[in-house]
């Protein structure tokens, strides 16, 4: 295994330096291999660009490798125009694997012939891709069905490229000044948990039965079905659904189906997925979509799924907030938040740099943004400050923006702002709900009371240290006013918490009260605790107006 290893490790950076891209390669130590100069002088000196010579090198050193390019295609927040452009050209296709292999690996997992299975299945796949191929089959009760199908050996092969592909992204992030402003490490593990996950077909099963659930009281859209008792890891069994690719216009045209509708139920479907079930299909290009006769979307496909966790949801809302109030310094805060870089972030270089994209959209309302030019200003501004997404976000944005580019070439009049519209409110009044304030406010409140604790002890130690002749705080007199003011504030929120989670509390009490008890205290609790709010609200504005006016 180690001698397999070392030899795919040298195949793979003899390719690197073939293309110019040694510096991936660092000061490695490789055993058993030519001396690095040795290496180099055999450097292709072909009249490529360098992006095609990465293009180049992902394409000869395998299906792994072409799969990160294909990633890197995509993230907009990470790679440059020019690369993208030219990492879009890798295709994941190679030579299938011939049926009677195939047809063993069928009968291996399913216990069975496939002609006891199948009342017919056909040898020659479908499509081939660099992990399986698909291959249409009937059941003995007639239903046709596709059968997805690991290609033998893939799983080893993928491993150990993922090994070296990860050891060589450590050693690039040390070596490259560049890199290392990128998570590059993170990137490649993350790239390395997609890859894993798109070779259990059980997980992508499970996945096509969530979104079926999800969309369960949609009869607009189409979820095939998968027939569990002839699905394992390794083969993967689903109703075979078709009709029209989603943007073949003349067939819709030609088969008298409605685009611009078309255009907003699918865009609709996407919006449920972010907003409402935060459990979205990571790749709904043309190819992955159908419409059948009567109208209805078919999706396929459901090996790459993305999902937005509670932090991210927040974070989400956060950033929508800040976009629908159009504040640079609120936006430039929000995506610091999301998009955490690896070094210090000068805030106000992004505040001014995001500045100019907010007023390109001064004075629209969010229904008549495109998002498309939006969000690759957006990413621009991402990379000159080496900030990140996280890849549930980078995909979630991918989407927004294939979406868009569906929507258009169903309907040129397309606004996908005026779909989105409805379900960013919605997330912004869930978000800025009394329920949802009073509750960040005793967190809060929690936050500053743990604080409040462990003061004492901060004090005994500057005590101490006053004691022992330590360093000695020399302050001016006009340094104390900000000071001062500074705790006040502090003082005016740390009871703002209190009171907001003294009425949760009251509130959560008087809802798990008897049910006379609730019927009599209901509405005075709640009257009084919203007044007490208001009032208190109130004086905090009153307070803080004081402390503005004085100030100037």
Known sequence: MFQERAVRYRQIVEILLRHGLGYLVGNAPLPRLKPFEALKAEANREKYSPQEHLRLALEEMGPVAVKLGQTLATREDLTPESYRRELAKLQDSTAPVDGETIVQVVESELGAGVDTLFARFDRTPLASASLGQAHAAVLQDGREVVLKIRRPGVVDQVEQDLEILQNLAATASRSSRTLATVDLVGLTDEFATTLRSELDYLKEGRSAEQFAQNFAGNPALRIPAVHWESTTSRVLTMERVGGIKIDD??????????????????????????????????????????????????????????????????????????????????????LVEVAPGRQPVDMAALTRNIGPIVNLYAGKTLAEFKMGPLLMRVFGVLRRHHLQLPREIALLLRMIMMAEGMGVTLDQDFQLGTVLSPYVRAMLMDRYAPTAVMRRLAETGTGLLELADDLPEQFRRLQTMLDTGGPEVHLRADEFEPLVDRVGVAGQRFGAALIGAAIVRGMTQVATAEPERRRRWHLPALGTGLAATTVYSGYLGWLDYRRRRAAR
């Open 249 to 334: 216009v003349a067939a819709l045209d030609a088969a008298g189906i409605d685009r611009p509708a078309l255009a907003v139920r699918a865009t609709q479907m996407i919006a449920q997925m972010i907003f409402e079930d935060g459990y979205f299909h990571a790749d709904p290009h043309p190819g992955n979509l159908f419409v059948e006769e009567d109208g209805r979307i078919a999706l396929i496909d459901f090996g790459m799924v993305g999902t937005l966790d509670a932090q991210l949801r927040t974070d989400l809302g956060t950033l929508l907030g800040a976009v629908v109030r159009k504040s640079p310094r609120r936006i430039a805060h929000a």
